[in-house]
């Protein structure tokens, strides 16, 4: 499932030492100092997300309604485990990945290779994150913002859509906390959610090519809208109440 992945992948976590709201690109786009694992680690919500990836804004605004992961430290040094949680068609997902700090970025591999970098924000309890990441042989960027809060200001979502801007990436997809998050399903065994791990750590180089094709196609987008309409239609016993 598209979005899936591209949530999963474009993962960003809380950043030290922020400074008041900035105005200029210069330093609206400036990397910051990762200083150690420990600060990325809790419950995050993404509240927004833009990526030049052909049609995700559509898919998104179409299918995605809200998204939060929690993550915490791994046994092996500088990585992170991370468990997302995102609500799409009325149903629950989860998806868990590990990610390595490596030279002040964020580095996963599986299902396909992606690293990010912390940039600059004037919001005190979020972090922005850029994304540079490659599908099949096409390279694409992005840019999320996160927030330990479901929600937050107006000022907080102008400056991250300036940034969005500077870095000449398509306009944000919002997401909308109104709709509701899923359950931590760490915390109940009555939850519903449909664990896509396997199917992520399953993925070749021939599925991640095939997506790649169907993302540079020109009725990709309508193609992807209508596998996962089908999906959606597919799974009535787990619709959430």
């Not at 999963?8 to 709201?21: E, K």
């Not at 990441?133 to 102008?158: C, F, N």
Request: aromatic share 6%; net charge neutral.
């Amino acid at each position: 499932m598209m979005e899936c992945v591209h949530v999963a992948v474009v993962f960003s976590l809380l950043s030290l030492g922020q400074s008041a709201p900035a105005t200029n690109c210069e330093s609206l786009i400036q990397p910051i100092q990762i200083n150690g694992r420990d600060q990325l680690l809790g419950r995050w919500t993404i509240i927004a997300e833009s990526t030049d990836m052909p049609g995700s804004r559509v898919l998104s605004k179409m299918f995605m309604g809200t998204s939060w992961l929690s993550s915490t430290a791994a046994t092996q040094q500088n990585v992170i485990t991370t468990s997302q949680n995102q609500k799409m068609f009325g149903l629950c997902f989860s998806l868990t990945y590990n990610m390595t700090l490596e030279n002040n970025a964020l580095v996963l591999v599986i299902p396909y290779p992606s690293t990010a970098f912390l940039l600059n924000t004037g919001c005190p309890d979020c972090m922005v994150v850029f994304t540079n990441y490659t599908i099949g042989r096409s390279l694409y960027k992005g840019l999320q913002l996160l927030s330990r809060r479901p929600k937050v200001s107006a000022a907080e979502l102008e400056e991250y859509k300036k940034q969005v801007e500077c870095l000449n990436l398509p306009a944000a997809a919002i997401l909308d906390p109104e709709k509701g998050f899923c359950p931590d399903p760490a915390l109940s065994k009555d939850t519903k959610s449909i664990d896509l791990t396997s199917s992520f750590n399953s993925m070749g180089s021939d599925d991640v090519n095939l997506l790649d094709k169907i993302l540079k196609s020109g009725n990709g987008v309508k193609l992807l809208t209508e596998m996962l309409s089908m999906i959606s239609r597919s799974l009535p016993s787990l619709q959430l109440q």
